[in-house]
Structures are given as C-alpha cells and as structure tokens.
C-alpha cells in the first residue's frame, strides 16, 4: 500500500482509538487495521460511481463506509483480546456507530475483504454472520436469526458466500448459506439456502 495512504488511514482509526479511551494501546495493530480499511476503501471508489473515485469524499462523509471502518476496529478488539475491558470497549464501539450511522455490526460478525455497504441505513448484521469476499450490500438489509427471544448460542444468523450482492430491505434470517456468484434483489425475505450463481428476483415489478 501507498505509504501516504497508510499513513491517512490510520489518522482516521486512531481518532477512533482516542474517542473510546483506547489511544495508548500498543497492542492493537494500526498497520493490519489500515491495510484492511484500504481494501474496502479501494472497493468502494471502483464500484459507486457515485463515489467519483474520490477517496476522501469516501471517508469523510459516507457514513455507510464509516460503519464498516469501525466494525473492523471492533471486530480486532473483539477477537485479540479476551477481558472484559476490551470486550465492552468493542461493543461500545458497535453501539455508538449504531447511533451515529444507523448501522448495526456486530463485533463478532465475520466480514471479508472487499466489503461494501452503500447508503447502509437500517442494515443490522447479526453475532454469528459470516459474509465472504466482494460483497456489496444495500440499506435496510437484516441478517438475523429466525426466533425473537430465547435464541440459543449457537450459529444463528446467516452465511453469505463470496461476491454476492443484496438489494435494500431485504431480510435474511436463521443458519442459512448463501452461495458464491449469488444476486438478490430488494425486499426480498429468505430462509433456505440459495445455491452459488443464483438471482432472487422480487415479483410484481413494474
């Protein structure tokens, strides 16, 4: 990676690090951290034309980029630490972004290279989901688990293969695998497994 680029990332994570209290742990890897948020950073300027190719347009104002941004940093917590003083810090951190974006990841959630989530609004990533490389995902989709209360701890939400696209609205519920190549168009809710190179097309479109 462009040295620079590095470089301006890393601004953008230790300004998180600092808000939650976490400034002065050398622990956490800023430069592992960067190279992630550069891979979703990249993907986004290439395929929102919206974006202009423009990467400080991106991650100064897309709040849809900010929610995946701290979710990398949380998940990193989540999973390298094991006390109770990281592990709250990283919830903390999924809530406030909740606050500010819109946007609910779970620090837990496993999420790929490459991850896109454009305008996100609405969008809820459940504990146990699972989602491959060079996916894009729209505003308003849930990846949840199918009961509401009572949910035992085991692998409950949804597992989304690689290069799979998922129009707005859409709800995907329970221990469900979604393959690779796979297209799914808004408002669409799903609750068996869809195999790789499929399109779910919503009816009734005029």
């Known amino acids: 990676m462009n ?15 600092d808000y939650f ?27 929102d034309p919206s974006a202009n190719s423009n990467y400080k347009l991106i991650l100064e104002s897309y709040q849809g980029f900010r929610a995946v941004m701290n979710y990398r940093i949380s998940n990193y917590i ?25 946007i609910e990841i779970h620090p837990n959630a ?43 701890k085991t692998k409950r939400h949804p ?9 707005a609205f859409c709800r995907l519920f329970g221990d469900i695998t979604v393959g690779d190549n796979v297209f799914i168009s808004p408002h669409n809710i799903i609750t068996k497994n869809i195999k790789s190179n499929s399109k779910i097309i919503t009816k009734n479109i005029i």
């Open 3 to 17: 040295k620079k680029r590095l470089l301006n990332i890393s601004y953008y994570i230790n300004k998180t690090l």
């Open 21 to 47: 209290g976490l400034m002065e742990c050398n622990k956490i890897d800023i430069e592992y951290l960067s190279e992630q948020i550069w891979s979703d950073l990249k993907s986004f300027s290439k395929k």
């Open 78 to 102: 989540h999973r390298n630490f094991n006390d109770d003083f990281f592990i709250i810090k990283a919830r903390k951190i999924s809530e406030q972004t909740k606050v500010l974006t819109g």
């Open 110 to 152: 496993t999420i790929g290279k490459n991850f896109i989530l454009d305008h996100g609004f609405g969008t809820v990533i459940g504990e146990t989901s699972i989602i491959g490389d060079d996916c894009y995902i729209l505003q308003g989709v849930i990846l949840g688990s199918k009961n509401i209360s009572n949910n035992e």
């Open 159 to 167: 597992t989304i293969g690689n290069n799979v696209e998922i129009g």
